[in-house]
């Protein structure tokens, strides 16, 4: 069982940046992935970013490449999203997850066994 705790979240100005942190309690596997995913108001939950544990392999929405970079720190079993040159579009709540499904693609939800309760991120203009 693993559970995750999403952190970071405010308000900040276009053009600011925020960091988000997710840390995990219980075993994260080689084989997991981590993503980070978000929710608009009246719109569905989409792929941000995602990062292999064990391999370190990096995967990003169009939306966001060039301004979000995702990490881990595997000593602190954490997860973190940098993102900077912020947009009023960028307005959302994130989540993040982790776990693997052989048959989905890391951008799927459906890739996923574990999801933190989400974190505020809200830019404005």
């Known amino acids: 069982q693993v559970q995750l705790v999403e952190s970071g979240g405010g308000l900040v100005q276009a053009g600011g940046s925020l960091r988000l942190s997710c840390a995990a309690s219980?075993?994260?596997?080689?084989?997991?992935?981590m993503g980070w995913f978000r929710q608009a108001p009246g719109k569905e939950r989409e792929f941000v970013a995602a990062?292999?544990?064990?391999?370190?392999?990096?995967y990003y929405a169009d939306s966001v490449k060039g301004r979000f970079t995702i990490s881990r720190d595997i000593a602190r079993n954490t997860m973190y999203l940098q993102m900077n040159s912020l947009k009023p579009e960028d307005t959302a709540v994130y989540y993040c997850?982790?776990?693997?499904?052989?048959?989905?693609?890391?951008?799927?939800?459906?890739?996923?066994?574990?999801w933190g309760q989400g974190t505020q991120v809200t830019v404005s203009s």
């Open positions: 997850a982790a776990g693997t499904s052989t048959g989905w693609t890391i951008t799927s939800r459906r890739h996923y066994d574990y």
């Open positions: 219980g075993r994260l596997y080689s084989s997991y992935a």
């Open positions: 990062i292999s544990w064990g391999g370190g392999n990096t």
